[in-house]
């Protein structure tokens, strides 16, 4: 059997670079240019992101999440407050985000602290999600444990979807996070693997107030 040569895989970039002087003040009004561009290309799932965390014993993980919201306080994501990602963000809030939008050439690498959101904030965001989905929350309500069979999850909601037709309440188990950005990295492909990249952090650490942008090697 033949295996595919891995190494020989790549892709030359090209398009227009990236100058600080063609940047927003802040990193959230430019991430915001950004995702902009990348829900008017198409690409599926734009607000896909990557969460990677550290638990209490220094083990990373990672996983792909949902961004449900930005803005000056930050990133939103919704989770189960028992999950395996929960539970390392319990241990330690440091945190960071990745948005790979491949097809634009452009990555955004965010670093920061994980808050959870007031109940009355993941209490608004509930409501608006499908039915189907509110009763998945409950559903899983162990996520990251281990199940014996798929039955077991699909007898679960059916259980939860004859108990709750219509409105379904929010689980205590469930609810959202900000990331509180400390470094936003806008990264763009350039030809030769010299790719632009710029990073924004604030001019004073664990301080509010002024951002600066510093240009990173490639």
């Given at each position: 059997m033949?295996?595919?040569?891995?190494?020989?895989?790549?892709?030359s970039y090209?398009?227009?670079g990236?100058?600080?002087?063609?940047l927003?003040?802040?990193?959230?009004?430019?991430?915001?240019?950004?995702?902009?561009?990348?829900?008017?290309?198409?690409?599926?799932?734009?607000?896909?992101?990557i969460?990677?965390?550290?638990?209490a014993?220094?083990?990373?993980?990672?996983?792909?999440v949902l961004?449900?919201g930005?803005?000056?306080?930050g990133?939103?994501?919704f989770?189960?407050?028992?999950?395996?990602?929960?539970q390392?963000?319990a241990?330690d809030?440091?945190?960071?985000?990745?948005f790979?939008?491949?097809?634009?050439?452009r990555q955004?690498i965010?670093e920061?602290?994980a808050?959870?959101?007031?109940?009355?904030e993941?209490e608004?965001y509930?409501?608006?999600?499908?039915?189907?989905?509110?009763?998945g929350?409950w559903?899983?309500?162990?996520?990251?444990?281990?199940?014996?069979?798929?039955?077991?999850?699909?007898s679960?909601?059916a259980?939860?979807?004859?108990?709750?037709?219509?409105?379904?309440?929010?689980?205590?188990?469930?609810?959202?996070y900000?990331?509180?950005?400390?470094?936003?990295?806008?990264?763009q492909?350039?030809?030769?693997?010299?790719?632009d990249?710029?990073?924004?952090?604030?001019?004073?650490?664990?301080?509010t107030?002024?951002?600066v942008?510093?240009?990173?090697?490639?």
């Amino acid at each position: 059997m033949e295996h595919l040569d891995v190494a020989a895989l790549r892709e030359s970039y090209s398009g227009v670079g990236l100058h600080a002087r063609d940047l927003a003040a802040d990193p959230l009004t430019q991430f915001g240019t950004w995702f902009t561009d990348a829900v008017g290309a198409g690409l599926p799932e734009p607000n896909a992101m990557i969460l990677s965390t550290v638990d209490a014993d220094g083990r990373p993980s990672t996983r792909t999440v949902l961004l449900k919201g930005y803005g000056p306080e930050g990133f939103r994501f919704f989770t189960n407050h028992r999950s395996r990602k929960a539970q390392a963000i319990a241990a330690d809030p440091r945190v960071a985000l990745l948005f790979p939008w491949h097809p634009l050439r452009r990555q955004v690498i965010v670093e920061g602290v994980a808050e959870r959101l007031s109940r009355e904030e993941s209490e608004e965001y509930f409501q608006t999600r499908p039915h189907g989905s509110q009763l998945g929350a409950w559903a899983s309500e162990y996520q990251s444990a281990v199940v014996a069979h798929r039955d077991e999850v699909d007898s679960r909601f059916a259980e939860l979807a004859a108990r709750w037709p219509d409105e379904v309440p929010m689980p205590d188990f469930w609810g959202g996070y900000r990331v509180l950005p400390a470094t936003v990295e806008f990264w763009q492909g350039r030809t030769n693997r010299l790719h632009d990249r710029l990073r924004y952090r604030r001019a004073h650490p664990n301080e509010t107030g002024e951002w600066v942008i510093e240009r990173l090697r490639p």
